[in-house]
């Protein structure tokens, strides 16, 4: 097991009540990765499902969730809360070194960029053989760089990358032919959208 996956199976129960949702940020970050009625959504780093209720809002009956992540504890807390939903599948899966059978419409790493050992392979693995054209893979984070290095440096993971300024991410993201088309990098937010 890997220490991010140690880590959150460790912080799986009391993870909900320490975490701050703010419903308004989280809608705001749905706006811009283009969802829709009827949408395919990767949740790559569910966690606890804490996107999950904002997703199904917006992508309806016809849409559907995979929601996937490194920690089985993670879960076990989103499967009481969403596991008997209908479009709503839960896996345990490393998004990284696993391979995804399925074509999304949105791939959305909520809150997980940092974390990932090989960001940048992993992009260019998910938007080439998962994402369908038109559709659009969304880091995202609801709050600031400063606020999340800082939040990750106490978090003693040891593997866990910093947000580095959007224009160093982007000219990283070219040399693996990936270009983002939107993207937010000030105190509220740090977001970057890839459209295929």
């Keep these: 097991m890997n220490a991010q996956a140690k880590y959150f199976n460790e912080k799986a129960s009391v993870w909900d009540s320490?975490?701050?949702?703010?419903?308004?940020?989280?809608?705001?970050?749905?706006?811009?990765?283009d969802l829709?009625?009827?949408?395919?959504?990767?949740?790559?780093g569910t966690g606890t499902g804490v996107l999950i209720p904002y997703l199904l809002k917006r992508i309806g009956s016809k849409g559907n969730?995979?929601?996937v992540d490194i920690s089985e504890g993670m879960l076990d807390e989103a499967r009481k809360k969403f596991g008997a939903v209908k479009h709503v599948t839960l896996s345990q899966a490393d998004a990284e070194l696993d391979e995804f059978n399925r074509q999304y419409d949105r791939i959305i790493l909520y809150c997980v960029y940092p974390n990932l050992r090989h960001p940048m392979p992993t992009l260019q693995k998910l938007v080439r053989e998962n994402l369908r054209p038109g559709g659009t893979l969304l880091i995202a984070h609801p709050y600031g760089r400063e606020h999340v290095n800082k939040h990750n440096g106490e978090s003693h993971l040891g593997q866990c990358d910093r947000l580095f300024p959007v224009a160093d991410l982007l000219e990283e993201m070219e040399n693996y032919g990936l270009q983002a088309d939107y993207t937010e990098d000030n105190s509220a937010y740090y977001i970057v959208r890839i459209r295929k």
């Design 65 to 67: 969730i995979d929601g």
């Design 36 to 44: 829709n009625s009827g949408d395919r959504v990767l949740d790559v």
């Design 18 to 33: 320490i975490s701050i949702v703010n419903p308004g940020k989280i809608e705001h970050i749905l706006d811009v990765s």
